[in-house]
């Protein structure tokens, strides 16, 4: 079972709000990936880190979303403004390494943006 | 578009019949497939997943086969139970690439 553990499990925010969650990935897991999925059931990815560096990133995430994984601290992922389009469930997962295809989730967070 | 699509948003199978998820893809540089299963409110399980140096690969009641020149995997699950009911996601990857690419889902329903 995975061991990936995420928080809040359920956020709710105003529009322009800051949406901040975080993820715990399974001990000895470096690389932390970060994906939202809509209301259609699609997965969309936002990003993903190994070990303390961003490997890959979409626009989106760029723009207005902000991760980090610090070393000892859990992973977060934070919405600066949020907008009504962001209500999703925000997946975390993490991987034993680079070239391991293997993901393991979290229970998500579910935001809801009013 | 949808790198990879799950044309079927719903499947009905009666309990043990055999259950069959099919996945297309478009990106001929995927080189690993995997389907994954998820309860509403959980998050998805991996369930097996296939390497494309293999066409097929069984564990249990679960076999997943690859045809890569049609772009095409599928899960079967033979014997299917109601405890199998579920979404059923397929995703690939393309090796190096770290970042894997997810169908819509497939929603399983095994009537008792």
């Known amino acids: 079972n995975s061991k990936v553990i995420q928080t809040p499990r359920y956020l709710v925010k105003g529009q322009g709000q800051k949406a901040k969650m975080r993820c715990i990935p399974e001990k000895g897991h470096p690389v932390v990936f970060w994906y939202q999925q809509n209301k259609n059931n699609e997965f969309k990815f936002l990003i993903n880190?190994?070990?303390?560096?961003?490997?890959?990133q979409i626009d989106m995430t760029e723009k207005r979303f902000s991760a980090e994984c610090p070393s000892n601290s859990p992973c977060s992922l934070e919405i600066q403004s949020s907008e009504a389009g962001d209500s999703a469930l925000y997946l975390c997962?993490?991987?034993?390494?680079?070239?391991?295809?293997?993901?393991?989730f979290g229970p998500g967070t579910r935001l809801t943006v009013l | 578009g949808q790198q990879v699509k799950q044309s079927s948003p719903s499947l009905t199978v009666q309990e043990g019949g055999i259950s069959i998820l099919n996945c297309d893809y478009e990106n001929d540089m995927f080189d690993y497939f995997a389907w994954y299963k998820k309860y509403p409110d959980n998050s998805p399980t991996l369930l097996i997943s296939v390497r494309s140096n293999v066409d097929k690969r069984e564990d249990g009641r679960l076999t997943v086969f690859l045809n890569k020149s049609g772009k095409h995997f599928s899960l079967h699950i033979t014997a299917s139970q109601p405890e199998d009911t579920a979404v059923y996601l397929c995703?690939?990857?393309?090796?190096?690439?770290?970042?894997?690419?997810f169908g819509a889902g497939t929603k399983l329903t095994i009537k008792p």
């Open positions: 995703a690939a990857e393309i090796y190096g690439n770290e970042k894997i690419t």
């Open positions: 997962a993490s991987s034993p390494g680079l070239g391991n295809y293997e993901q393991y």
């Open positions: 880190f190994q070990n303390q560096e961003v490997l890959q």
